[in-house]
Nanobody
Framework: QVQLAESGGGLVQPGGSLRLSCAAS????????IGWFRQAPGKGREGVSWISYSHGRPSYSDSVKGRFTMSRDNAKNTVYLQMNDLLPDDTAVYYC???????????????????WGQGTQVTVSS
């Protein structure tokens, strides 16, 4: 079982940047598919970026491709989401998630991710 803790959210102006971190404990992230998701008020939870294989490359939703970059530091058992050129539509609670059922599935189906962090608020506003 893995525990996840996000940090790094906050208030930023349009065009600004933030870096989110997701620190894992209890198990190594290498054993799971890992994803970043977000949920805006009144909307469902959507996948933003995900790594479907233990040592695979990240995939991105169309809404963030070219602006967000997901990376991992295996030594720290931590994944990151670098968010650049932020837009007001990026405002949401951001979650990291891990799941063994999601391994090999190159789509961010939330039901396949068993473990979730508590979320961190990102607000993009002038």
């Amino acid at each position: 079982q893995v525990q996840l803790a996000e940090s790094g959210g906050g208030l930023v102006q349009p065009g600004g940047s933030l870096r989110l971190s997701c620190a894992a404990s209890g198990s190594r992230l290498d054993y799971y598919a890992i994803g970043w998701f977000r949920q805006a008020p009144g909307k469902g939870r959507e996948g933003v970026s995900w790594i479907s294989y233990s040592h695979g490359r990240p995939s991105y939703s169309d809404s963030v491709k070219g602006r967000f970059t997901m990376s991992r530091d295996n030594a720290k058992n931590t994944v990151y989401l670098q968010m650049n050129d932020l837009l007001p539509d990026d405002t949401a609670v951001y979650y990291c998630a891990a799941g063994q059922d999601a391994l090999g599935i190159d789509r961010p189906y939330t039901d396949l991710y068993q473990y979730w962090g508590q979320g961190t608020q990102v607000t993009v506003s002038s």
